[in-house]
């Protein structure tokens, strides 16, 4: 009986070793195919758009990129053109160049106004206050991070624009003086759904990925360079400037870029809050105006009535140009980070 | 006038000191607008809020959230084992096994990449593939199996990067350690390597999920756009109902209680949102008290 006790746990030991043995295999195995799926995920939606947005590429031409508007043409026609081979309704006409400039000044905006207010929260943070201050606001600002688009979306239209256009935008609307790029603030202050208000609210969503970046790398200078420049007599200001800033500077421009990106790609937030047109651009800083990101999700249901498929396609054009332009932005981002990381090292620094 | 002493040293001080409002000033920018942003959320749906939103399905344009929640959790549990499973594989083949080439350049570079590209991917995009390769072309319809497929290749890149990071920051006294037990690499991986990172992972994990719940432009093209379908488990042909939608959907419907609704689904992701940051910090926290115990 005590032998045939022993002898299967002997059995099963020896099972749990074998086991043992060949886990390391069955762990490389299945890492080695897991790695692999981002790339096949990331080529098989390449190859999706590329085919889909073959027909409106030919169709459309290069003239896609500086027209402006969405004209399905009459897609409850019988009688439909066929144009190089592709099946389009009469009178469809498409045209992105709005939408593409929309993209780039709302992101930019949102850029031009997070990136200093990141980088001045990221030094009040770690320099001038102590952990058990700076831990409940770096966690308030990671909430910020985690509160879903669709919400800062919602604030933004319900809440801040109409506040903004009521309080703020007529005061700065009468105010500016009439010259180049400044004017561009002048005019209709609107209803509080458009540009401006849209690149403040992006502006707050790319916050918290910069901040919290920037933050990170701030603490992770070590304090003799920056003691050593206190100590030659130079303010904090000059000791941020010319220590601390330079140190980190990489990782602050990945950090920026990453959330350009982010600003690039928004979708929900922006279709709410921009008006979400598709024909142009805003005439000034309040005014409506669509993005790319936008576009593509607000017009899936009208594009689905084409029998011919071909406004499908077209938004399949949107979504490769989106692509490209936050592909760009990406790989333009680990460049430079790449080269300044090797320019623009501080003496002393480890490697 | 010890200020002047030196030429510019006023000039000096008056940077100084702005440097110092700008960098005060700059937190405020910020802590307001949140405050105020979930200040709005919360204020909007408190005063028309009621436990039983909590237990009563979407009807046409108004009832409830029981639906939509189940719906958001089943998303996310979805999320949770593919891009879980995935993620933390690919992560651990980038810290452990893309190892360094004989030329001194890291290996798994392309992979890195793509992983990066993938990120930088925007989500919309990934969801009208999603709507012509899977809801279209495998015919599979707005549908449970094309949500979870598309929110996980959203988030596996974020995973994998956490994971990678977590398993680097594992000291290398424990894998010596436990070569030196004779530990098959394999239980080793196991048992030490994956064991103390696994922390990081866990909170990885968590904010991927709360990525996930609270994505919206990708799901109208999966999950499809019918706030009071019934929630369904079969993988196919049903759509699903999610809480970022009835926001996005319902709050420009006419009837004032759909608007009620709409803010009711903003509060309860907002809870959501709060209990995944807090129990990922939880985690960070209670490690951290555990690694320094072992060392001291």
Redo the contacts between chains.
Sequence with gaps: MMAQVMRRARVARRITDGFRQIEGGVWQGAARVAVLLPLAALLFAVTILVIKARPAIIVNGWGFFTRSGFDLGRSYATTVNHIHGVAVPLGASYGAGSLIIGTLESSAIAVIIALPISIGAAFALTERMPRWVSQPLGFFIELLAGVPSVLFGLWGILTLGPWLAQHVYPTIANNMPNVPVLNFFRGSAGHGEGLLTTGLVLALMIVPIITATTRDLFSQVPPLPKEGGEALGMTDWEVARRVTLPWVRSGIIGATVLGLGRAIGETIAVAMVSGSLLASVAPNAYGTFGTLAAAIVTQLDSASTDGTGFAVSTLAELGLILAVISVAVNLAARLVIKRSARLGAPVGRAA | MSSHALPGTGR??F??I???V??????L???G??V???A??VV?AVPHFSWSVLTHPTTGESGGLENAIIGTLLLMAGVLVLAG??????G???A???KPRKNGKES?S??R??????S??????????G???LVLGLHWNFSLLAAWIILS?MV??YI?KSTETALRQVPTAYREGAEALG?????A??KVTLKTAAPGIVTGLL?AL??A?????PL??TAGAFADSPVSMSLTHHPVPYL?FL??GF?TLPENASHYL?YDA?LV??VL??V??VAA?LVVNRTQKHSEARRG
């Design positions: 000096r001080r940077v100084t702005g440097f110092r700008g960098t005060y000033l700059s937190l920018m910020i802590m607008p949140v105020w942003l979930l709005g959320i909007r499973g995935i993620g933390i594989l690919a651990l083949h980038l452990e096994y893309a798994g392309l992979l990449i793509a992983s990066d590209v993938l930088g991917f925007p989500s919309i995009v990934l969801g009208y593939v709507y012509v390769a290749v596996i890149p994998a530990m098959p690499p394999g239980y991986l196991r904010l709360a990525i719940g609270g994505e919206t432009a109208i093209y970022t926001v996005y709050y709409a903003g992701l907002v949102v709060l995944l940051l910090r």
